[in-house]
């Protein structure tokens, strides 16, 4: 299930986030706060299309389409174990946390692929 939605300026696909009811728009997620989403495409200026002059118009906040349950491509924070595990978050990316609460888990490592690194995007399913 995803939603477009505003998000933070700059954020890229993949990052994990939250919505920050301060700033009013989704920003890299720190803990396991609901609801919990994945981007699946990098930020981008939110646009309207202008009926007067038919050209489209940037509104000024930037959007992207967020994952809010189901698989998703989110950036590990740290080596994940081949085995995966349950899903923990900090500054807008995942690792293993086996004492977590159950937002989600991190697959395991698909046969075909090498041990996944910090930096590189891992199946998540977010519940």
């Known amino acids: ?22 700033l009013g728009v989704f920003t890299p997620a720190q803990t396991l706060a609901t609801p919990l989403g994945v981007l699946q495409e990098d930020a981008q200026e ?16 930037q959007v992207a389409p967020v994952s809010f349950a189901g698989v998703a491509f ?6 994940i174990p081949d085995e995966g595990g349950e899903l923990m978050v900090e500054n807008g990316a995942v690792y293993v946390d086996n004492d977590a609460d159950g937002a989600g888990i991190i697959c395991p490592l698909p046969h075909d692929q090498e041990t996944r690194l910090a930096g590189s995007l891992v199946m998540v399913h977010v519940r």
């Open 74 to 79: 989110a950036v590990a924070s740290r080596d």
């Open 46 to 61: 939110a646009m309207n299309f202008n009926l007067e002059t038919g050209e489209l118009d940037p509104q000024g906040y």
């Open 1 to 22: 299930m995803f939603s477009v939605v505003k998000v933070q300026p700059n954020l890229t696909a993949g990052s994990v986030v939250s919505f920050d009811p301060a």
